[in-house]
């Protein structure tokens, strides 16, 4: 299924290009490799559409500037973003710009071949938006107000202690309703949990941005 699919790889990093051309062409993919954003964005104008591994933090032009410049040039291919530890808050804002994931390296196997095909059905899947839209509003609904306010939060790339501090509740507290939320919402990590609170509306787009 996945053989004429193409997979464009966008990171400075030479081994990470390589291990992930690698996984990807045998696990079926067509693979294209950048060593920047500004090649990708040239090369984008002839190659063929498809989905796009995007690192965060490249010199010159970093992942979130690549997405931006996507949307001027009319490219509306998924993207999937790779994003260093501690990275957390810029991956929030690449999900805000309509990243379909994040992924931490190193990555693990299983996990990036899940979000690939994760961002391919979003591209094959345009017209389902609405209805995933109401589906997650539908299950954000099933939240406690209070873990709805713990949501916004995590959704703004906000750390425990800061909406502990915000909504004058303890950390501990948070963390509860974290993990509370996380289980209404049959989530098993944060980009899950993230999708759905951005396909609810739970928060300005401009949110939490500096």
Known sequence: MADSRRVHIVDDEEAVRRSASFLLKTSGYAVSAHASGIQFLQAAKSDEPGCVL?????????GLSVQTAMVQQGLAWPVVVLTGHGDVSIAVR???GGAVDFIEKPFDK???LEAIEAAFARLEDLG?????ARDAAATVAGLTAREQDVLRGMANGLPNKT???DLGISPRTVEVH???LMAKLQVRSLSEALRIAFAAGLLDPGAGES
Request: without cysteine; positive net charge; aromatic residues 4%.
């Open 54 to 62: 995007l690192d965060v933090r490249m010199p010159g032009m970093d």
């Open 94 to 96: 690449a999900m805000k």
């Open 110 to 112: 299983a996990r990036l």
């Open 128 to 132: 389902g938006r609405a209805s995933r």
């Open 163 to 165: 909406i502990a501090f």
């Open 178 to 180: 974290r993990a509370n």
